[in-house]
């Protein structure tokens, strides 16, 4: 089994929908991250969360909300799909600061809307 | 911000070639990782090296931090080193990872 899961791996919706990716890890690390990735470009930090009371924007945060609902837990909600959010979503863990510490990832959840 | 290059963008083996794919970074870092994404989009990481020389079976990874490059080496290349490697860097307290853009490889049977 993935030390880092996501569910779900593939999702099609429409326009305005609300969505969650959830995301879990049994690494037992306490950071937690959200990446989007973009066909041909590299990945970009939507949200992280160095514990569970502690939330922070990365640099394409608007149109995204997460939750850390426990330490090995981290969702993502797009409240009000749109078609431009289509793209492969990446959870990540570290057990440290992400600056000297392993990232791991989970095996992506590829997201279309319509 | 910082800034990651990787070259070359694009490269095409037969197998059973040797390759080095390099990311130059333009501050000083104290995080730099090596991924692979295969076919299928999974990101699996290679390295985690800021500085100094690592091998794992036919891959290897050196980083000259002082210098602001690192290079990734594949010998022996087969059709299962195909997909896109990635260099990671950050820098700094709390600082994020910044990604390049990506190497495609592609290695012909």
């Known amino acids: 089994d993935a030390d880092v899961t996501q569910t779900p791996r593939n999702r099609i919706t429409k326009t305005g929908k609300r969505i969650m990716l959830e995301c879990s890890q049994t690494?037992?690390?306490?950071?937690m991250y959200w990446y989007r990735q973009d066909p041909g470009l590299g990945l970009q930090l939507i949200y992280y969360?160095?514990?569970?009371?502690?939330?922070n924007k990365g640099e394409i945060s608007d149109g995204y909300s997460v939750s850390r609902q426990a330490q090995a837990k981290f969702s993502l909600s797009l409240e009000s799909a749109i078609p431009n959010q289509t793209a492969l979503y990446f959870c990540?863990?570290?057990?440290?600061?992400?600056?000297?510490?392993?990232?791991?990832f989970g095996e992506g959840s590829r997201l279309t809307v319509l | 911000g910082i800034q990651v290059e990787q070259s070359p963008p694009d490269l095409i083996l037969q197998e059973g070639a040797n390759s080095t794919l390099r990311c130059n970074f333009s501050?000083?870092?104290?995080?730099l990782q090596w991924f692979h994404q295969n076919p299928w989009g999974q990101l699996i990481n290679l390295f985690y090296i800021p500085s100094g020389t690592k091998q794992n079976g036919r891959l290897s990874a050196t980083t000259v931090a002082t210098e602001r490059y690192s290079l990734l080496y594949i010998s022996s290349s087969q059709t299962t080193d195909s997909g896109v490697y990635f260099c990671?860097?950050?820098?700094?307290?709390?600082?994020?990872?910044?990604f390049g853009k990506g190497i495609t490889l592609s290695v012909r049977p």
């Open positions: 990671a860097v950050s820098t700094g307290a709390n600082s994020k990872l910044t």
């Open positions: 690494k037992g690390h306490d950071r």
């Open positions: 501050d000083s870092v104290n995080n």
């Open positions: 990540a863990t570290s057990d440290q600061d992400a600056n000297t510490g392993e990232l791991f």
């Open positions: 969360s160095f514990d569970v009371k502690d939330i």
